[in-house]
């Protein structure tokens, strides 16, 4: 197995044991809305799978995912019901996926169906999605319309009647008479608009009434209210508009079962989380500690009674441990860390795979792959750059044809980096296909019920994107998630203490942006202390040092290295009580800007084993803190530095 793929085999098996657990909660009787977080959890798991398999090149079992898709859709558009056949069949189908995967982790070639031993379970289980005729009662009997018209409703129009009905959207019927000169485009604009209100289910010819001319349709639309005024209907056009069907006329059996009594249920067992490493990693640290532990009994030695010798030779001997202390610190966040190239390899092998199958030509970039982070933090967003990326082949990057009308390259581009910004980590996915449609998005909004008729700001619109199961989308494809998508990133990112940003240019492309805290990293610091504190400064910001004869006026420029520079007090910074006067300052840059921040004391450089801590998730200026035997060591994030220094003197100019 290629090493671009290093972990996605355990990736896979995770998925599998959260497919097990979800499946065992549902299986337990419980209110309704938690069987449905239980079935969520199914079809991301699934979801997530057939990624996966297409990734690793196999397409069978993603295809084989893809067919338990279609079963969680047909429960989730209210087709089938979840009953003990339903989730035998389930199960039978995780197990057929998780023997596939095993045997082709150990070699074996791929079957053409890896659900052969269930076809006929999940045949039945379709069957009953699509009753016969006259085996179950048909929703569609339900619409008030002559038999010659109900017959004319195609399988996809039939099931969607049915289903919008089960949601509990009544059914109404629109007949519009149409002049014959213009009948083409008056029926793409009112059918546009009456879009915008619901769903159309179906436009069928229809018999003209007596006495008219041109042409006559049956538009067969749902929506929970109708606002015939903003069709855009000319004088004439409009014959009739009557309900067909309503869900009160559903019959008892087909509706949506009662909320059931949540059962006691035992404390969930511990998450258990696994670390492999290469062996000579471990053999490194042994090393390490060893060394510690020869310090140590040096020092131990040195301190016995009836031994005499130097002062500064323990003292030496605790800087020689604390140093290796530091090593094994480093060591074992090694062990933990993961370069972001690993990712990047897995996410172009299946942005590549996506794109040929998509039929769309695209130009793929990566920038950051050096950058070292968290090997469990990585693992937890493969799954959402799996749906970043599918979102912007599905609905981002137009198709061949498209783009050369737009006067764009036939090939789509999509950069993808990582970077890391003071006590962030920032994941930026940017496309330069057709942007977000605002207009489209605004009129899915007010269809669903989340937007009022008044205009939204474009960040309002792209914040609704990532509302639980937003889909513009109507069709569902092998490549669309079928409203799983955004709302699943924003959710797991927010997961990892971190924020989802978009951003959009119609006709241009868009900029999806993933901010994630920094939990763990060894830092390069120059210690300081100031009043009672000791904090950090990254030494990679950290320009000069200089300590004065006189004490040094804070607000007073400072000439340096060419520049002048103004000085405020380091705890004037954080808001914190500050002398005006500091015998030495620090010389910080970020960018091309510079301050000079007052301190008491230059205590030294050092490695620190920084850890974002959750109480400083709110405390401006510091990027997060290092735990020491007399306290804790705050680092400062520089830039926030350098825009508190701006507000610390602001502040002091309107006292004076």
């Known amino acids: 197995?290629?090493?671009?793929?290093?972990?996605?085999?355990?990736?896979?098996?995770?998925?599998?044991?959260?497919?097990?657990?979800?499946?065992?909660?549902?299986?337990?009787?419980?209110?309704?809305?938690?069987?449905?977080?239980?079935?969520?959890?199914?079809?991301?798991?699934?979801?997530?799978?057939?990624?996966m398999a297409a990734m690793l090149g196999f397409p069978a079992l993603s295809q084989a995912a893809h067919r338990l898709e279609d079963l969680f859709d047909l429960v989730r558009q209210g087709r089938l019901s979840v009953t003990e056949t339903f989730l035998e069949t389930l199960a039978s189908g995780i197990q057929a996926l998780e023997d596939g995967l095993e045997g082709l982790k150990r070699g074996r070639p791929e079957p053409t169906d890896h659900l052969q031993a269930i076809r006929r379970q999940m045949g039945e289980l379709e069957a009953l999605a699509l009753p016969l005729e006259g085996a179950a009662p048909n929703l569609c009997a339900l619409l008030d319309l002559p038999a010659s018209a109900r017959e004319a409703l195609s399988a996809q129009e039939r099931l969607r009647t049915t289903a919008v009905l089960l949601e509990g959207l009544p059914v109404r019927g629109l007949l519009l008479n149409l002049d014959l000169a213009t009948f083409d485009a008056r029926l793409r604009a009112v059918s546009a608009a009456l879009a915008a209100q619901g769903e159309i289910l179906s436009t069928l010819p229809w018999e003209a009434p007596a006495g008219t001319d041109g042409i006559t349709f049956l538009v067969l639309a749902a929506s929970a209210d109708l606002d015939l005024e903003a069709l855009g209907l000319l004088p004439g056009e409009l014959g009739s508009c009557r309900l067909l069907a309503e869900p009160s006329q559903v019959p008892l059996g087909l509706r949506k079962p009662a909320a059931l009594a949540p059962a006691p249920r035992e404390a969930a067992a511990p998450e258990v989380a696994f670390l492999r490493l290469p062996v000579q990693w471990v053999d490194d640290l042994e090393v390490r500690l060893q060394g510690v532990e020869q310090l140590r009994d040096q020092a131990s030695h040195l301190l016995g009674p009836g031994q005499a010798g130097p002062a500064e030779a323990p003292l030496a001997l605790l800087a020689d441990m604390e140093e290796g202390l530091m090593e094994v610190q480093h060591a074992l966040l090694q062990?933990?860390?993961?370069?972001?190239?690993?990712?990047?390899?897995?996410?172009?092998?299946?942005?590549?795979?996506?794109?040929?199958?998509?039929?769309?030509?695209?130009?793929?970039?990566?920038?950051?792959?050096?950058?070292?982070?968290?090997?469990?933090?990585?693992?937890?967003?493969?799954?959402?750059?799996?749906?970043?990326?599918?979102?912007?082949?599905?609905?981002?990057?137009?198709?061949?044809?498209?783009?050369?009308?737009?006067?764009?390259?036939?090939?789509?581009?999509?950069?993808?980096?990582?970077?890391?910004?003071?006590?962030?980590?920032?994941?930026?996915?940017?496309?330069?296909?057709?942007?977000?449609?605002?207009?489209?998005?605004?009129?899915?909004?007010?269809?669903?019920?989340?937007?009022?008729?008044?205009?939204?700001?474009?960040?309002?619109?792209?914040?609704l994107v990532l509302e639980p199961g937003f889909s513009t989308r109507e069709e569902v494809t092998e490549l669309s998630g079928r409203g799983v998508g955004l709302d699943v990133v924003r959710s797991q990112v927010e997961a990892l203490g971190g924020e989802l940003h978009l951003s959009s240019e119609a006709g241009r492309g868009s900029l999806i942006s993933l901010l994630l805290p920094l939990h763990r990293v060894v830092l390069a610091c120059l210690k300081v202390r100031c009043g009672q504190h000791t904090f950090g400064l990254p030494l990679e910001s950290v320009l000069r040092v200089r300590a004065g004869r006189i004490p040094l006026v804070c607000g007073a420029p400072v000439q340096e290295l060419g520049r002048v520079v103004p000085m405020t007090s380091l705890l004037a910074c954080l808001g914190l009580p500050a002398p005006e006067t500091h015998p030495a300052f620090v010389l910080v840059e970020d960018g091309h800007e510079g301050i000079a921040l007052g301190v008491d004391e230059v205590l030294g450089k050092g490695n620190v084993l920084l850890r974002s801590l959750p109480e400083l998730a709110r405390v401006p200026g510091i990027m997060g803190g290092a735990h020491r035997e007399d306290g804790i060591l705050w680092v400062l994030d520089p830039r926030e530095a350098m825009e508190l220094a701006g507000l610390a003197q602001a502040r002091r100019l309107t006292h004076v």
């Open 1 to 51: 197995m290629n090493q671009s793929f290093e972990g996605v085999w355990t990736e896979c098996e995770e998925l599998f044991a959260q497919a097990r657990t979800a499946l065992k909660d549902l299986q337990t009787p419980q209110a309704s809305h938690l069987a449905r977080a239980h079935l969520n959890a199914l079809f991301r798991a699934t979801h997530t799978l057939k990624g």
């Open 335 to 463: 062990m933990r860390m993961v370069r972001v190239e690993t990712l990047f390899s897995r996410l172009e092998a299946l942005a590549k795979s996506l794109a040929r199958d998509s039929g769309k030509p695209l130009a793929i970039t990566f920038r950051g792959g050096d950058l070292a982070v968290e090997r469990d933090l990585l693992g937890r967003l493969a799954e959402p750059f799996l749906h970043l990326l599918r979102n912007a082949l599905d609905h981002g990057l137009e198709g061949p044809a498209a783009r050369r009308s737009a006067g764009k390259p036939e090939a789509g581009t999509l950069g993808i980096s990582a970077a890391q910004q003071g006590r962030h980590l920032c994941f930026q996915l940017q496309d330069d296909g057709r942007g977000f449609d605002l207009a489209r998005i605004a009129a899915r909004g007010r269809t669903l019920g989340l937007l009022g008729e008044e205009p939204s700001s474009p960040e309002a619109l792209l914040r």
